[in-house]
C-alpha cells in the first residue's frame, strides 16, 4: 500500500513556475513508476508526466520543455516543476503510483495509487 500527498500548488501569473512535490509512504518508492496527472473543470483527467526505471521520463506535448518531473529516492519524494505557466495549465494536480515500474505509462488506467490533488491557477 501506497499513500501519496501533494503539495505546493497555488495562484501564479502566466509565466511563473510553481513546484509541485508529491511525498510517498512505504519501503518501496523506488520500486514504483510515478506519474502526474490533472484535471481541468469539466475535462477528463489527462496525462502531464511520468518517471519510471532509470529515471526514464515521458510528457505530454502540451508541457514538454515547460514542466520537468524528478524523483528523489531517499526522501521518498516526486517532483514537478512547473515553468512558464499558462492559464490553459490551470487544473487539480494528482501524483500517482504505479507498479509499472519497468515500462512506465501515460495512461491514468496503470497507475494503482492516488494522492487527493493539489490544485493549480494560473492567471492571465
Request: net charge positive; glycine share 12%; hydrophobic share 30%.
Amino acid at each position: 500500500q501506497v499513500q501519496l500527498v501533494e503539495s505546493g500548488g497555488g495562484l501564479v501569473q502566466a509565466g511563473g513556475s510553481l513546484r509541485l512535490s508529491c511525498a510517498a509512504s512505504g519501503r518501496t518508492f523506488s520500486r514504483y513508476a510515478m506519474g502526474w496527472f490533472r484535471q481541468a473543470p469539466g475535462k477528463e483527467r489527462e496525462f502531464v508526466a511520468a518517471i519510471w526505471s532509470g529515471d526514464t521520463t515521458g510528457y505530454a506535448d502540451s508541457v514538454k520543455g515547460r514542466f520537468t518531473i524528478s524523483r528523489d529516492n531517499a526522501k521518498n519524494t516526486v517532483y514537478l516543476q512547473m515553468n512558464s505557466l499558462k492559464p490553459e495549465d490551470t487544473a487539480v494536480y494528482y501524483c500517482a503510483a504505479s507498479r509499472r515500474y519497468y515500462s512506465g505509462s501515460y495512461s491514468h488506467y496503470t497507475y494503482d495509487y492516488w494522492g487527493q490533488g493539489t490544485q493549480v491557477t494560473v492567471s492571465s
